[in-house]
């Protein structure tokens, strides 16, 4: 019995109702989430609201206190090197703005004044100058007391600062405006600080540089002040959002604010690195996300400050608002999973018995159409009564197209399938090497033979085929003895010329076997001729009728050389750019120049010898003939003679030797005209 894909769907649409339901719950339980959000959001942008009033505050409090000193030196009521004035106007500013950390006078001549609170208890005078005990800085400590300050203690110290050098001074000595900050090294501290400063100028001459510094260690303790519902807690972080203030009540100038304490200041940190870790996450407005630390859940609210890209992060734990919620949904949740366990094994169960293991044999015996593989392809049969259709078809497809394997290349076709090539008439230029093999006096053996020469012939087609494969060429055609290959294409290969060297000494090397013989008992004899360079690959036909192949010079060339070989008695000649090409991984003889048939230019042609790993066959006759070759070139016939038989006795017998003995024999006895330049001229294709 078999059954419609139909009712298989049905029931997996039986199942998604569960699955449905499952995701109406989670979205309740969303739903339920967010609400907690926006409730801890709320308390978030009222905190963060409280902090930027603060912020504010203490900025507006450092500007003002700056304008204040600046009034008081441009209008000359004190002179900005009258010590015991200045010292009482930046002790009565620290006094009168709590906010306030520092505020400090730097010279052109690198002296340097400040007053630095120290907490609630005290505060110092801090000097630099030429005149003091060879210019050590000279400490000033006063304590609070009710409605005044006393002196306490004066000290002396080396020291190597120079206002010159920091940031807050460089940066504005030569400006004509007031601004902030971000400034280091502070005479006795290494905090980050941030100044508002600016260049004084009395009667139009610039006296120094005037700063008033706050430290974020007075910024924790506003925010120990605050309690974001009952466990919640507000940080600040800065633009790279690395916390820069924390909650602790009791951090001032002299005891720093406790950083890296406590979970809360974990999730703090997590949020900066997750939300201001990028350039437009830096940009953007206000954020809110979910962090989990330790397993725990966090709400936290990234509001911006408008000051140097802080921002104020208040983080709640959701167990503030969730904990009935959680306790539920768990509970509910537990229950959907047991029922979408249940209904997904059953589901998979089912889909994979009828449906999707018959359609994944079905799929395996079209992967086997698809690489021609059409021999292991059966039926499959099926309760789908589509499965069974699509499997049928699928056996007589595969039964057409064994018919015609034999008559199609289907290595081609695999490489034709894998390239993504379309078949359409069409082609595109690329860099190939064109072999063209022919057997020795195929035409009187097939006259002899007559049909009994295909016989005769296929094991040397099947050699063929095998030494071209098995370094990744293309066969294009069989054209009577002859065979037609190209390596580049369709498959990308830098190494063309080497493989299809490689190849074409295979080639000669398969013909030696017992089971390739010619008519009369004997080794078959080929001729091979390798070329390289740019060629015309592709499509090439009309839409009724297709074949993938080369065209051009190229091809043109290696068929040319093919021929040759008759000339010179040689088994494989290759063109200049197939032996440019495959470099030092063959060797080769300089054979001659050459103008092949249907071209008017001189081709230096050589004779493929051997690969260049493990050869180890005399060189002395190739470098003998080299030389005669060039004495040839340069009309020394009678030495080019010598030189040529000395290559015919090295090697034993070199048919190639033989003709270019010939050759300059005769030039020697005939000698050739002056604008003759050693070119043999091929007269037969």
């Known amino acids: 019995m078999r059954v419609s894909v139909g009712i298989v769907v049905s029931m997996l649409v039986a199942l998604s109702i569960g699955v449905s339901t499952f995701v109406v719950h989670s979205l309740w339980w969303t739903t339920a989430r967010e609400n907690s959000r926006m409730l801890a959001a709320e308390i978030n942008s009222q905190i963060a609201n409280t902090v930027r009033i603060e912020v504010g505050l203490t900025l507006r409090s450092a500007e003002a206190a700056w304008a204040a000193v600046r009034t008081i030196f441009i209008q000359n009521v004190i002179a900005t090197r009258q010590a015991d004035k200045r010292e009482f106007v930046f002790l009565s500013q620290l006094q009168a703005q709590p906010n306030i950390s520092w505020i400090t006078f730097g010279w052109p001549n690198g002296n340097f004044f400040a007053a630095h609170r120290l907490g609630d208890s005290g505060l110092e005078m801090i000097e630099i100058d030429e005149n003091i005990q060879d210019r050590m800085l000279r400490r000033d400590r006063y304590i609070f007391l009710p409605g005044d300050i006393q002196f306490e203690e004066r000290t002396f110290t080396p020291t190597i600062y120079d206002p010159r050098e920091q940031a807050w001074y460089g940066n504005f000595i030569e400006r004509d405006t007031p601004d902030w900050i971000e400034a280091r090294d502070l005479p006795g501290s290494n905090k980050t600080v941030y100044a508002f400063a600016g260049p004084i100028d009395v009667n139009r001459r610039r006296q120094g540089v005037l700063s008033v510094v706050i430290e974020t260690d007075r910024l924790s303790r506003f925010l120990g002040s605050l309690r974001p519902g009952e466990f919640g807690a507000a940080f600040i972080l800065d633009a790279e959002g690395k916390v820069i203030a924390v909650p602790d009540p009791n951090a001032d100038e002299v005891t720093p604010a406790r950083m890296g304490e406590g979970d809360l200041y974990e999730v703090a ?80 169960w089912l889909v994979r018995r009828v449906v999707a293991t018959p ?270 070759l060039r004495l040839y070139r340069n009309r020394q016939f009678d030495d080019a003679i010598t030189a040529f038989e000395a290559a015919e006795n090295a090697r034993g017998a070199d048919p190639a030797s033989v003709v270019m003995k010939k050759r300059a024999a005769a030039f020697r006895d005939s000698p050739p005209p002056s604008d003759w330049k050693g070119v043999a001229v091929a007269d037969t294709k």
């Open 359 to 628: 359609l994944s044999r079905i799929v395996e015996d079209l992967s086997k159409v698809e690489r021609f593989d059409v021999e292991e392809i059966a039926r499959r049969p099926s309760r789908l009564s589509e499965l069974e259709n699509l499997s049928t078809a699928t056996e007589n497809m595969a039964a057409g197209l064994s018919a015609f394997r034999k008559y199609v290349p289907t290595d081609l076709v695999r490489m034709l399938v894998a390239e993504g090539i379309k078949t359409q008439p069409g082609g595109e230029i690329k860099q190939i090497s064109v072999l063209f093999c022919d057997v020795w006096g195929f035409t009187g053996m097939s006259e002899k033979l007559g049909p009994k020469i295909v016989q005769m012939m296929e094991p040397f087609f099947a050699a063929a085929s095998s030494a071209i494969a098995r370094h990744d060429g293309t066969i294009d055609k069989f054209m009577g003895d002859a065979v037609m290959a190209f390596w580049g294409a369709p498959r990308l290969d830098p190494r063309h010329a080497e493989n299809a060297c490689r190849s074409a000494l295979d080639l000669v090397a398969a013909v030696s076997d017992p089971g390739i013989r010619d008519d009369t008992g004997q080794p078959l004899r080929i001729r091979i001729g390798l070329n390289s360079g740019e060629a015309l690959v592709g499509n090439i036909g009309s839409e009724q009728r297709l074949n993938y192949t080369a065209i051009g010079d190229v091809v043109n060339v290696a068929s040319r050389l093919e021929g040759a070989n008759k000339e010179y008695g040689t088994s494989i000649l290759i063109g200049p750019e197939t032996r440019r090409a495959a470099g030092d991984t063959i060797v080769v003889r300089e054979l001659d120049t050459l103008a092949v048939f249907g071209r008017t230019g001189g081709l230096i042609i050589y004779e493929l010898i051997a690969l260049s790993e493990g050869f180890e066959g005399p060189r002395e006759w190739i470098v003998a003939y080299e030389e005669g």
């Open 269 to 348: 940190k997590a949020s900066g690195e997750k939300l201001l870790a990028s350039s437009s996450a830096r940009s953007a407005g206000n954020a809110t996300t979910r962090i989990i630390s330790d397993g725990v859940p966090y709400v936290v609210a990234l509001t911006p400050l408008g000051f140097y890209g802080w921002r104020v992060a208040t983080v709640i734990p959701e167990s503030a608002f969730l904990s009935g919620i959680d306790k539920t949904l768990t509970n509910l949740l537990y229950v959907l999973i047991g029922v979408v366990i249940a209904a997904t094994g059953l589901a998979i």
